[in-house]
């Protein structure tokens, strides 16, 4: 575990997986269909841990590629307004396109419009995985949509692979997004791989579940993977808190409530917050308790990327809001 906690320590990431363009209604509340405004901004799940890696003092370098097109510019743009690196980010013409998601602010009949078809996420190659100087990284972490699809999938495998030859820890989002998989029985059988070439699992109990071959699986299949040494697996149960397994350990956390405006982003949030806490010294019950602190912040404002918080922003948070649930 020191190796994986050393090379979180060393706040250089290397973030695997798609930007996009977020549409979100305006006002609070309105739904999609009624909206006469939308805000623009960045998102897609790597994106969004980038900008919140950043926003929190962290380096973070997305590794991608993008259209070459307007939105595939604003996506660029944005990016570089959060201060994420872009140098390894591909620019792909032809018919390729950026994701995009349409959603509102607004719990009841929260309703997320995503547009994935030809996404030019997918075409990330093994070369472009094998141009990444990984000595300037101290950790790489990827989400679990980049596995949905060739040539993405390879090339992901090939980027832990040459991860594992610079010894660098491997960070692992399962992020399971069914509607980018041709199958759910391709899905289970990929993402598995991918948790078992992974140092450090997170995912909620719908994922893992996913993984066993039945929700009421997932928690044995979180404590299987933990039992890797060196291994941390946290299992997340959304109101009910998480389960952090690491060194035989089970570390028992709630969560901040808050007034939610919004479900989506909490998970990017969290995992930034979770690591740049562990990289400013935290113990990792703490940084586990930052990161429930940065998801609940981002679920109660508009938009995912902007949302992220900076540092004195969870700290005033923190300081504000009364402890965990138990």
């Not at 594992?164 to 692992?172: N, T």
């Not at 035989?248 to 909490?266: D, L, R």
């Amino acid at each position: 575990m020191n190796a994986l906690i050393d090379g979180i320590k060393g706040n250089r990431f290397a973030v695997f997986g798609r930007a996009g363009m977020d549409l979100y209604a305006d006002p609070v509340g309105v739904k999609s269909e009624d909206a006469n405004t939308f805000h623009a901004d960045l998102g897609g799940s790597s994106a969004n841990i980038c900008a919140g890696l950043v926003k929190l003092g962290s380096q973070a370098s997305l590794i991608t590629s993008v259209s070459d097109d307007a939105v595939g510019r604003f996506c660029l743009n944005k990016l570089a307004h959060y201060g994420v690196d872009t140098s390894y980010i591909r620019v792909v013409g032809g018919e390729y396109r950026m994701s995009l998601a349409v959603y509102e602010s607004r719990i009841e009949n929260f309703q997320n419009v995503i547009y994935r078809n030809g996404a030019v996420d997918f075409q990330v190659t093994e070369d472009d995985m094998d141009e990444v100087d990984y000595g300037k990284f101290s950790a790489v972490i990827s989400a679990g949509t980049v596995f949905a699809s060739e040539p993405s999938r390879s090339a992901t495998f090939r980027a832990f692979d040459n991860a594992r030859k610079a010894d660098l820890p491997v960070i692992f989002d399962i992020d399971y997004r069914p509607y980018s998989w041709p199958s759910p029985e391709v899905a289970a059988e990929v993402l598995s791989r991918a948790g078992e070439a992974s140092d450090l699992i997170v995912g909620n109990d719908e994922e893992f579940g996913f993984m066993a071959g039945g929700i009421d699986k997932g928690l044995d299949k979180a404590k299987e993977l933990a039992a890797k040494p060196g291994r941390i697996v946290i299992y997340k149960m959304g109101e009910k808190g998480a389960v952090t397994f690491a060194d035989g350990q089970e570390i028992e956390t709630g969560i901040y409530p808050v007034t939610a405006v919004k479900p989506n982003g909490a998970g990017d949030s969290f995992m930034a917050g979770l690591l740049a806490s562990i990289a400013a010294g935290s113990e990792l019950k703490e940084a586990v308790m930052r990161g429930s602190a940065c998801a609940s912040i981002v679920v109660s404002k508009p938009g995912c990327a902007p949302a992220m918080p900076t540092s004195p922003e969870l700290d005033a948070f923190l300081a504000s809001h009364p402890g965990l649930t138990t």
